[in-house]
């Protein structure tokens, strides 16, 4: 009953470094997101996808790419990380509506 | 975009006592939902709300639709350790998922 999986649960970059942050559902969800959790800002989105091959911007969308090229993974690429993307970062699914299920977290700090 | 304005931002509380927090907009929502959110957790729905006026039960907590379609409250019943963490609000006017807006959560504390 994994539900959504985040990996890596922690990391640390330097400026200018890149990487990919790791999502995946097994439960045959169409909708995927991205968020990012700043403190006293709640809850931001990045992006959003409402089906394989399908992606969209959210609230604060650059500095990240995202592509969905299977149901289930919807990986989250840091082109060039900067100092103002350290953040907790959230992936969710649902199956279209508006309940949607997060992933346990990655926590991104960017020296 | 729409904003929602969620208080109190944090409350520490006596375990026992009861729990109220609430979240206002300036536009109209069709659906209200509130998460918990866990320390080192992602946020996990706890009750969904569709109709204006709507009162929902889910064990000790009660959330409301308000009348005016701007509001919804929670609350929170003999609150026990394990209520702590960050509850948001969430209202949806319309569409899928991405419309969405967050509230920036409350913060509970219960102090033994």
């Known amino acids: 009953n994994a539900g959504v999986t985040q990996t890596p649960k922690f990391q640390v970059l330097k400026t200018g470094q890149s990487m990919t942050l790791q999502c995946a559902q097994d439960?045959?969800?169409?909708?995927m997101s991205w968020y990012r959790q700043d403190p006293g800002m709640g809850l931001r989105l990045i992006h959003y996808?409402?089906?394989?091959?399908?992606?969209d911007q959210g609230e604060v969308p650059n500095g990240y790419n995202v592509s969905r090229s299977t149901t289930e993974d919807f990986p989250l690429r840091l082109l060039s990380a900067a100092p103002s993307q350290t953040s907790v970062y959230f992936c969710?699914?649902?199956?279209?509506?508006?309940?949607?299920?997060f992933g346990s977290g990655t926590q991104l700090s960017v020296l | 975009g729409q904003q929602l304005n969620q208080s109190p931002q944090s409350m520490f509380i006596q375990e026992g006592e009861d729990v109220s927090m609430n979240c206002t907009s300036s536009?109209?929502?069709?659906?209200w939902l509130w998460y918990k959110q866990d320390p080192g957790e992602g946020p996990v729905l706890l009750i969904a709300?569709?109709?204006?006026?709507e009162l929902t039960s889910n064990g000790r907590l009660t959330a409301q639709f308000g009348i005016t379609r701007k509001d919804s409250f929670l609350n929170i019943s003999a609150s026990i350790p394990s209520d702590v963490g960050i509850y948001f609000c969430?209202?949806?006017?319309?569409?899928?998922?991405?419309?969405?807006?967050f509230g920036k959560g409350t913060h509970l504390i219960i102090q033994p």
């Open positions: 439960m045959n969800h169409e909708y």
């Open positions: 996808s409402v089906g394989a091959g399908i992606t």
């Open positions: 969710a699914s649902s199956s279209g509506g508006e309940k949607l299920f």
């Open positions: 969430a209202g949806q006017a319309g569409g899928g998922a991405d419309g969405l807006t």
């Open positions: 709300l569709y109709k204006a006026g």
């Open positions: 536009s109209i929502f069709n659906t």
